[in-house]
């Protein structure tokens, strides 16, 4: 059966990594203070394909100021459950490596499923599912009012988790830079923008890439709760010209720390 369209959907929810204070608030460099829990549910649908949502989680522990765990994942449905997909499944640590008054730095990595299950295959399908390792790093600005922050990472993903030699997937090979910002407008509300570029190294590729832009508005509940409306853009190169996806992505999100 036809897989989710889900590319810019989940790309709504991938992990936020870090930030300069114990307040959630979608700051692109949050991090939970040691001994707490932070949670950020998302659910996002597209314009062009109403008929589809994704339901998405991640769950974080701040082991110390410095070092986090995360765990992400994301269940989807069309048609009214006719097709469902449970995927990707991922896992990932932070640690802040610098922590100097306004500015902020973090090393990261990540391993990640994806689809675990699906109507179209069948559970960790090993013709369909793939595996991903990412590492990469991370750093910004906060100031009072708005913050600015930028990364850098690589993929390596493969039908299998250690088979470093098997060619059956391609592109294989990705690197990922993307920049973030907030803007504070006041002790309720806050902007959130951002926009990232996933370009592949593989001589198969064929310069494939995918430009990904979004834009958000957070209010914030309390200093321990927000809630977002959000909405993407995604432009690809495969073969040919730089194409436009059909419509936009658009979705709600709710974080907590506890």
């Known amino acids: 059966m036809k897989k989710l369209a889900l590319t810019s959907l989940l790309a ?8 300069a204070a114990n307040i959630i608030d979608g700051n692109p460099l949050y991090m939970p203070k040691a001994g707490h829990f932070y949670s950020e549910t998302t659910v996002a649908s597209h314009s062009e394909h109403s008929d589809t949502w994704v339901l998405g ?6 082991i110390t100021d410095r070092l986090a765990i995360e765990a992400g994942t994301a269940l989807a449905e069309k048609d009214t459950f006719d097709h469902s997909q449970w995927g990707p499944f991922a896992l990932g640590l932070t640690y802040r490596v610098l922590d100097e008054g306004a500015w902020k730095a973090d090393v990261y990595g990540g391993y990640e499923i994806n689809p675990v299950w699906g109507d179209h295959a069948s559970f960790l399908d090993k013709d369909l599912t793939a595996y991903t390792w990412t590492a990469g790093v991370r750093g910004g600005y906060v ?11 690589f993929e390596y993903t493969n039908t299998e988790s250690f088979n470093w030699g098997d060619e059956l997937l391609v592109p294989q090979h990705a690197l990922l830079v993307g920049l973030d910002a907030q803007y504070v407008i006041d002790e309720n509300w806050n902007l959130v923008a951002g926009v990232e570029y996933k370009g592949y190294t593989d001589d198969e590729a064929h310069d494939a890439g995918i430009w990904d832009g979004r834009f958000g508005v957070n209010y914030n509940i309390n200093p321990s709760a927000y809630v977002g409306g959000y909405v993407d853009a995604t432009l690809r190169h495969a073969t040919g ?3 436009f996806d059909d419509g936009f992505g658009f979705g709600v999100k709710f974080g907590v720390d506890f």
């Open 12 to 19: 709504m929810f991938a992990f936020s990594g870090a930030h």
């Open 57 to 62: 989680e991640e769950f974080g522990y701040g």
């Open 143 to 153: 100031a009072g009012d708005w913050t600015i922050a930028g990364h850098f990472a």
């Open 241 to 243: 010209d730089w194409e």
